[in-house]
Each structure stands twice: as structure tokens, then as C-alpha cells.
């Protein structure tokens, strides 16, 4: 159901150009009547939202080498581990994803420094409940994929860059 939904918005705007480097030829309300096709419900049922640019083909060419895959899955394996320790004694609990309320107070507690950079994000970016909650389930898997015991700062703000849209300040 999302997929289909997502898939009929595949663009930034109605011509397609926002954010490249052709002229976007849209009125700002045409851009805002665009993206409020996509329901807020929806969107907020989706827990990272990643604005992907296109990449200039004399970038391909010059591009450093990243992380390798291994490395990647290396990193990932260690993180799930984490997690399956963490929820060994919760049944229907593999993943930090499937965490509960009950859960995420357990397990994502943030300092003060922490918990006033979320309660800015919220208020600043009008999130939901679920979104605060889903914001600590991210920041608590980017803190295991470090093998952070902790969510640091770092983590949350990553993970709150992850919610916000590309047209939210």
C-alpha cells in the first residue's frame, strides 16, 4: 500500500527539476500543492526520510572510494547482535524497530543535553508522538551500529535528520 502511494511521488515537484541543476519551473504553491498530496498519516509511518540527488556523470568518474559492502555488513552483523542481546528475554522483539513504549524509555534514554535537542526538533518541525518515538528507535540503532552504549548527541541529531523533509527548516 505505501509503495503504490510512493511510487505516484516519485518527483520533488511537478516538473521534476527542484533540487537539480535544471530551473525548476514551479510556483512555490504549486510545489506545496505537489508534496501535500502525500498524506501527513503516511509520511509519518515512514521512519527515514532520505532525499536522494542525482549524481553529475563527471562525479562518477572522481568519486572516492566509501566504506566497502563487507565493512557495511561487518558493521550491521554487530549492531543486530546488540540488538538480539538487548531483547533476548522480550518475546515478538528482535529489533530496535519493534520496540514499544515500554521499551523506548528502557532502552533510548537521552541525557538533558539530548532530551532539549529532541524537544527542539518536535516543536521546530511540528513532529507527532510517533515521530518522537521513531527518532529515538533511529538514534538507538545508529548508536549500535558505533557500539555506543549510549545515544550521544551525535546519534540523535543524525537521527533527526532522517525525519525531517527536505522542505522543513
Not at 521512519?47 to 568518474?61: F, G, N, R
Not at 549492531?79 to 523506548?104: C, K
Not at 541529531?157 to 532522517?162: H, L, P
Request: aromatic fraction near 6%; glycine fraction near 4%; charged fraction near 20%.
Amino acid at each position: 500500500m505505501i509503495w503504490q502511494n510512493l511510487k505516484s511521488f516519485p518527483h520533488p515537484c511537478p516538473c521534476s527539476f527542484l533540487g537539480s541543476d535544471k530551473d525548476c519551473l514551479c510556483t512555490p504553491q504549486q510545489i506545496q500543492r505537489y508534496r501535500s498530496k502525500l498524506s501527513g498519516p503516511l509520511l509519518d509511518r515512514i521512519d527515514i526520510h532520505l532525499e536522494v540527488p542525482a549524481v553529475k556523470v563527471h562525479e562518477l568518474t572522481t568519486m572516492q572510494a566509501g566504506e566497502t559492502s563487507a565493512a557495511i555488513k561487518t558493521r550491521v552483523s554487530k549492531a543486530h547482535t546488540i540488538q538480539q542481546a538487548r531483547f533476548a528475554e522480550r518475546t515478538a522483539v528482535y529489533f530496535n524497530s519493534q520496540m514499544g513504549p515500554r521499551d523506548i524509555k528502557r532502552h533510548c534514554s537521552l541525557d538533558t543535553h539530548g532530551q532539549e535537542l529532541l524537544l527542539q526538533a518536535t516543536t521546530r518541525l511540528g513532529l507527532s508522538a510517533r515521530a518522537y518515538h521513531r527518532i529515538l528507535k533511529i538514534a538507538r540503532t545508529i548508536a549500535d551500529l558505533e557500539e555506543s552504549p549510549s545515544i550521544l548527541s551525535r546519534h540523535l541529531a543524525e537521527a533527526i535528520q532522517y525525519r525531517r523533509l527536505p522542505n522543513q527548516q
